[in-house]
């Protein structure tokens, strides 16, 4: 052997990763190893992102040392204090100067106000039943636009910013830029009650008293879908902010969960007696709770994982509540002539017994009714609107105190909100991605049904099957990841001593009950028609039951089994 | 009593401290506070992935100047910008890459094409030619561009195939019917390297870039052999299935050599462990013509007879990056820059072309967050790459038609093969014949 290859072999056996792209930091523990992967080059790999994914989980929980600011809060000393004994003026007095500024009183006239924060929380939309529209920045106090429509206006929302705004008036959605010109006639939406704004899908949504749901791409203009709920006119329309799905309640009780993509509600649920007046989702859980009232007087906390029953409920006093979750988790019930705010974890926790959560904070307003309820976004302020105006008051503890300024900042200037409106639009989501659950974007895809094996053999060769099954066959096939849609159903914890089935078990019990193909045909057959093929195929399928009987009674014993003869050349098959 | 604090945001945390600072940025990764996080991701990789297909224009210029078909290409050690280029009318240029002018121009250096080029060392050219003949050239820039007169002249016996310098020592090898050594100062070959039994023509002959007096040979008779000069033997070589057309040392992995070959495939072998190609890359459509690695060691480029350049990442045996052309015909030669960012082809329509290696690469000065945003659009692609639309968009190419048909008509063949095969093994008793790995086939016999 040459020495020359040899010192080649040298000179090559010491390679390791130069020190400046070594990782700075010790590995982490509990980093899945792929023992089970056989390819030398994929497991390193697989281990490395595990790694990498470890120390990146460790450095985002440590980045929570950087959220520098506190929320508000009101906590009582002594056993006998409760907190929903203070009123707005001691709190006005404990808070400081700018925070003070939240609470005011708008006196207007022009019927009961409803109202609308921008995602930023700096800017606030009203409107009046009589057709007074208003935008402003609450903060400085500028006033973008003031309009007097003169017809029924019912709802307002922001589109992407401040820059345009909804109105949803007595015939069509009008769209008006920042200072009140008018941009848009949708006349496609009739008769709107309540509008939505998606923010990631650029869709704007309304639901009207023809009983339709209309989601118009406000970037592009198009009308994505149109539902007909079936359920007459609809007066009650709340979004969950994390999977973009709108919630709509009914009058005859029903709260039904709609996306642009299914002609029919995803969910449907039977929550009042009368009907659905308030509607909410809880954002801080992740869009895990909704509440529900009722013109029962009835307030529902809902669990939208699983649709059994209420977390809580209880009635109140007068019909008809409006509600609003904050960003921390505080319900705020606006019923009869008060506001009442309950807050986590009480109002999250199960309770059977149908009495009222703990108080966290009330407070009285003499003008009925009360239209509105609105948290401002990353303050402790709650926006009431009711016949006489709007008034804002302090609520400590419910804004969330650190924002990212990427996704909604309160302080951002005129080219930032420039950058992230081009951004926005670039990273608009379609409007087929809308689905109850938001995560699946990224995840594996459920394993294929569709296998050309039949009873766990092949008919056709292996260069010509697809990848998954030709690693299945040669036994290389990782299926560690994949999860199977039956063992995801959350009550499987009854099953924990069975064995675990092959696929072609878990194929036929599903397969069990349901028709196949064969008896579809037959059974469309069946009618005054003599079909030669279905004639031939019946008379198949009754000699295999004839011959599984005869099998089964020669097991049993009943019948003895045909002796041999020399005459069995001569039988038909 | 009652505690109460209201929550208040201070102005001077979130605006910039003077007129003309940037803006401070707060953030919170709290997932809730980013919700459709994983779709936007994939919304911009599926923008990425778009953009990198728009920006996509590879084509940089073309270098012209010889008459006949380019046949071999040359680059300068430790220059970026000049490159020689040897035709089938006997010329020889030297390119100036950045500039688009020649430094020299040789018209007839050689009777007959010149097979071979390389530099050696102070400015100077060798040039090799089916004459027999090796002429030493002064490749400094001068004035005058036309040269007529090489510094000295090298007679040999045969018709040179290929030429190679060492690394560091006035010694270059030649492939004609056997390698051999020579030194610039000696006017005939100094030592014969041949394997004891071969009798075949030596097509390409190179050294290894690290240990530099190993030298790497493929020949007609579908070998590829290793020599030391040192022992003035051939060490050891391989029979494969299908002849080479040409080779290339890896510049940074030095066991590790590519074989362009005739079966339409390149591979890469271990000097340590012959028997079995390391890697297999597939995706010509025709012979390959000529290989050259990257200078990272990380990509190579290969330019075959189908008309298409396609550079490679090196692992990865399939789906390539595919450069064509209508007016560029059989590609003969292809080399890569030293900075790794360009590809130079001689075509055989006489044109040497000048190719972005990364096709949507911006060629101007980029800024430190123009970077930055290329370096993230680049991760986010090769994060999602698995995704249907995103990969879909980043796996596709556009082929000519007749490489496009020749593509499927070979596909589909080799599958009816692999699916005959796959019968005949199983209707055969077990145990009588066993099923070969790909690896396996390629090399027959291994000669020490």
């Known amino acids: ?573 | 009593m009652v505690k109460i604090s209201v929550l208040q945001h201070a102005p001077s945390v979130h605006l910039p401290a003077r007129p003309g600072d940037p803006t401070p940025t707060t953030r919170n990764l709290d997932p809730l506070m980013h919700p459709f996080a994983r779709a936007r991701e994939r919304n911009r990789a599926l923008n990425a992935a778009k953009m990198d297909k728009l920006f996509a224009k590879p084509f940089v210029g073309a270098l012209e100047g010889h008459i006949d078909a380019v046949e071999v290409l040359c680059k300068k050690p430790g220059s970026l910008s000049a490159v020689a280029s040897g035709s089938w009318d006997g010329g020889v240029i030297l390119h100036n890459v950045s500039e688009r002018k020649h430094i020299r121009r040789i018209q007839g250096a050689h009777k007959g094409k010149v097979s071979g080029l390389c530099f050696a060392q102070d400015d100077r050219l060798l040039s090799c030619g089916v004459d027999s003949k090796i002429k030493l050239w002064d490749a400094s820039p001068q004035d005058d561009i036309t040269e007529q007169r090489p510094l000295n002249e090298y007679p040999g016996k045969s018709a040179f195939n290929s030429i190679d310098h060492h690394r560091s020592d006035p010694l270059f090898a030649t492939a004609s019917n056997i390698v051999q050594i020579w030194d610039e100062t000696k006017s005939a070959a100094i030592s014969n390297l041949t394997f004891p039994t071969s009798t075949e023509t030596i097509t390409s002959v190179r050294f290894n870039l690290s240990e530099t007096s190993v030298l790497g040979s493929i020949g007609s008779d579908r070998t590829f052999t290793l020599y030391d000069i040192r022992t003035g033997k051939a060490e050891r070589r391989i029979v494969m299935q299908m002849s080479s057309n040409a080779l290339a040392w890896s510049p940074t992995f030095p066991t590790n050599v590519l074989l362009a070959s005739e079966d339409h495939n390149l591979y890469t072998f271990d000097v340590r462990q012959l028997k079995t190609p390391t890697h297999i890359y597939k995706g010509h459509v025709a012979a390959v013509m000529s290989c050259d690695w990257s200078p990272t060691g990380l990509e190579f480029v290969s330019g075959g007879w189908d008309r298409t350049v396609r550079i490679w990442k090196e692992g990865q045996g399939t789906r390539p990056e595919v450069y064509h052309t209508k007016r560029m015909q059989r590609v003969s030669s292809s080399i890569f820059t030293a900075d790794a960012r360009f590809v130079l082809t001689g075509s055989d329509d006489g044109n040497v072309r000048i190719w972005k290696a990364k096709a949507s690469e911006k060629l101007g000065i980029i800024t430190a967050r123009e970077r930055a945003a290329i370096e993230y659009r680049d991760t986010l692609k090769d994060k999602w790459k698995q995704d249907n639309e995103v990969g879909r968009i980043q796996r596709n190419r556009h082929l000519p038609k007749p490489v496009y048909q020749a593509a499927k008509l070979k596909r589909t063949m080799l599958d009816t093969r692999a699916v005959k095969e796959e019968r005949r093994r199983k209707h055969t008793r077990a145990g009588e014949s066993k099923p070969n790995a790909e690896r396996k086939k390629v090399v027959i016999t291994e000669q020490t």
């Not at chain 1, 290859?5 to 990763?17: E, G, I, P």
């Open chain 1, 1 to 573: 052997m040459a020495s020359s290859v040899d010192s080649l072999f040298v000179k090559a056996q010491n390679t390791t990763l130069p020190k400046s792209l070594r990782p700075t930091s010790p590995p982490p523990d509990n980093v899945p190893k792929h023992k089970h992967v056989k390819d030398l080059k994929l497991r390193t790999k697989l281990n490395r992102q595990a790694a990498h994914a470890a120390r990146s989980k460790a450095l985002v929980e440590d980045a929570e040392l950087l959220l520098t600011n506190e929320a508000g809060k009101m906590q009582v000393e002594t056993e006998l204090e409760r907190t929903w004994r203070i009123g707005q003026d001691d709190i006005v007095q404990s808070a400081s100067q700018e925070a003070a500024k939240g609470r005011r009183e708008l006196k207007l006239d022009g019927g009961p106000y409803r109202s609308r924060y921008s995602r930023n929380g700096r800017h606030l939309a009203i409107v009046g039943n009589m057709g007074h529209v208003a935008t402003f920045d609450w903060q400085t106090g500028t006033m973008h636009a003031e309009l007097q429509l003169q017809e029924t206006c019912r709802d307002i929302t922001f589109l992407q910013d401040q820059s345009f705004f909804a109105v949803a008036q007595k015939k069509y959605v009008f769209i008006y830029d920042r200072d009140g010109v008018e941009l848009h006639r949708l006349k496609a939406h009739i008769e709107p009650t309540r509008l939505e704004f998606l923010p990631y899908h650029w869709l704007l949504a309304s639901v009207g008293n023809n009983g339709f749901l209309k989601y118009q791409d406000t970037s592009t203009g198009h009308i994505v879908a149109e539902h007909r709920t079936k359920l007459g006119a609809c007066h009650t329309l709340a979004q969950n902010k994390h999977n973009a799905v709108l919630h709509l309640g009914h009058s005859n009780g029903v709260v039904t969960l709609w996306t642009p993509n299914i002609p029919h509600p995803a969910v449907q649920i039977l929550a009042h007696y009368g009907p659905v007046v308030g509607l909410s989702v809880d954002p801080s859980s992740g869009g895990r709770y909704m509440a529900t009232s009722g013109q029962d007087g009835v307030v529902k906390v809902w669990d939208c994982r699983n649709w059994k029953g209420t977390v809580r409920e209880w009635t109140t006093r007068g019909g008809g509540a409006e509600l609003e979750w904050s960003a921390r988790g505080a319900l705020s019930v606006a019923v009869g002539g008060s506001v009442n705010v309950y807050t986590k974890p009480s109002i999250q926790t199960p309770h059977a017994p149908k009495a009222p959560p703990p108080l966290y904070l009330t407070h009285p307003i003499p003008h009925r009714p009360l239209t509105s309820v609105r948290f401002c976004p990353f303050q402790d302020i709650l926006t009431i609107g009711h016949n006489a105006g709007l008034s804002s008051i302090l609520v400590p503890g419910v804004g969330e105190p650190n924002f990212d300024s990427m996704e909604a900042d309160p302080f951002e200037n005129k080219k930032a909100r420039r950058e992230r409106e081009v951004k926005g639009l670039l990273d608009k989501i379609q409007p087929d991605m809308i689905t109850l659950d938001p995560d699946f974007v990224g995840a594996l895809a459920p394993p294929t049904k569709l296998t050309t094996a039949v009873n766990d053999t092949h008919d056709i060769p292996f260069a010509r099957l697809p990848r998954l099954e030709r690693l299945r066959v040669q036994g290389k096939a990782d299926e560690t990841e994949l999860v199977d849609d039956d063992e995801d159903i959350a009550d499987g914890d009854g099953d924990k001593n069975a064995k675990p089935q092959s696929r072609m078990e878990k194929e036929k019990r599903k397969m069990r009950g349901k028709g196949k193909s064969v008896k579809r045909y037959l059974r469309k057959q069946r009618k005054n028609v003599i079909d030669p093929t279905a004639v031939a195929i019946r008379a198949k399928l009754e000699k295999q039951r004839e011959e599984k009987r005869v099998a089964k009674a020669i097991e049993n014993g009943s019948m003895e089994a045909r002796k041999p003869s020399a005459l069995d050349r001569f039988r038909r098959p």
